[in-house]
Nanobody, 128 residues
């Protein structure tokens, strides 16, 4: 199994910054094959892709809504993936989930399945 634990959420004013972190562990976590990504889900909305990175950290993708404001990075020595969020907007308010799994499915196609792994989520609230 793979365990993913997110941290770093909280309340921030619009224009501020937050940094989320996700720590991966477990017998079946393979840092050399698994992509990692961040998704988010706002109340009443479907879960949506935010950012993703391939196994090496060399290739990353972002949703249009966060491009230029958020940066994803991973540290394979520590088995962590971070999401630096700058210039936050009220519409960024959501529960943010860390995910690990197939690169094409999670990051390129952005259609995760039950075969991917998820953290418990961390709340990010951006006040006007």
């Amino acid at each position: 199994q793979v365990q993913l634990v997110e941290s770093g959420g909280g309340l921030v004013q619009a224009g501020g910054s937050l940094r989320l972190s996700c720590a991966a562990s477990g017998r079946t976590f393979n840092k050399y094959t698994m992509a990692m990504a961040w998704f988010r889900q706002a109340p009443g909305k479907e879960r949506e892709f935010v950012a993703g990175v391939n196994w090496s950290g060399g290739t990353s993708y972002y949703s249009d809504s966060v491009q230029g404001r958020f940066t994803i990075s991973r540290d394979n020595a520590e088995n962590t993936v971070d999401l630096q969020m700058n210039s936050l907007k009220p519409e960024d308010t959501a529960v943010y989930y860390c995910a690990a799994g197939n690169y094409m499915r999670l990051v390129v196609n952005r259609t995760p399945s039950n075969d991917d792994y998820w953290g418990q989520g961390t709340q990010v609230t951006v006040s006007p």
